[in-house]
């Protein structure tokens, strides 16, 4: 999940009945774009945006969009999603997405696809990512993380799950991630500002 401060969010939705789905865009303003605990932006604020279509057998696919800042050539993130969500009942469900990374015009190639699975309890979520090409390095990645949350307010703009409410507070979250050839080592999810081409940096995360 990707975690930031939220300044401001418009959404906009429509029902669209004959395809038996609900559509929704986003645009919000963020102070710092962060993911998993690692800055994206350099600190900076960013501008973020969301497609989705989620289909009322549960599934559903979307896309999602950031300016980005490494200190280097990259500018934009853009990421292609898709997966399933169950509703086992009114306090369990479980999300099974797949989502396709990409930083159009970075000449450091770093697109990569990842397995997302959340189990949601309550207000806790358990979540395992994989991906057997972690940001293109070759490498097997994984990434677990334990989440709990307490929605003061919901919001559009989760890449988490269109389906899953966003809370604007969010408490407890402790989360890392490791590669193959880095393990047991924590590691950041994306270079920190100036890292280029070093990838992946040693460094604590939370989700």
């Known amino acids: 999940m990707k975690t ?10 429509a029902s ?3 395809w038996a789905a609900d559509a ?11 993911f ?28 999602w969009a950031s300016n980005i ?5 990259a500018d934009i993130e853009v990421d292609w999603y898709g997966g399933y969500y169950w509703e086992i009942n009114d306090a369990v469900g479980l999300d099974v997405m797949l ?3 990409t930083y159009p015009g970075y000449d450091w190639n770093s697109d990569y696809l990842e397995l997302v699975n959340s189990l949601y309890v309550g207000d806790f979520m358990f979540q395992y990512a994989y991906s057997n090409d972690f940001v293109n390095t070759g490498e097997t990645g994984h990434y677990l993380a334990v989440d709990y ?7 559009a703009g989760s890449r988490a799950s269109p389906l899953m409410p966003t809370p604007v507070t969010t408490l407890a979250i402790t989360g890392t991630t490791s590669t193959s050839e880095a393990s047991p080592t924590t590691r950041s999810a994306f270079p920190l500002p100036g890292a280029g081409p070093t990838w992946p940096c040693p460094t604590s995360t939370t989700a």
């Open 69 to 73: 800042d490494f200190g280097d050539d």
């Open 36 to 63: 998993r605990g690692i800055s994206q932006s350099a600190g900076d604020p960013a501008l973020q945006g969301s497609f989705d279509i989620a289909f009322d057998n549960g599934w559903y696919v979307g896309t």
């Open 149 to 155: 949350s307490y929605p003061l307010a919901e919001t």
């Open 99 to 101: 989502t396709y990374y």
């Open 24 to 34: 929704s865009l986003t645009l919000e303003g963020v102070s710092d774009y962060r």
């Open 16 to 18: 669209t009945g004959a």
């Open 4 to 13: 930031s401060n939220i300044i401001a969010t418009a959404a906009l939705l």
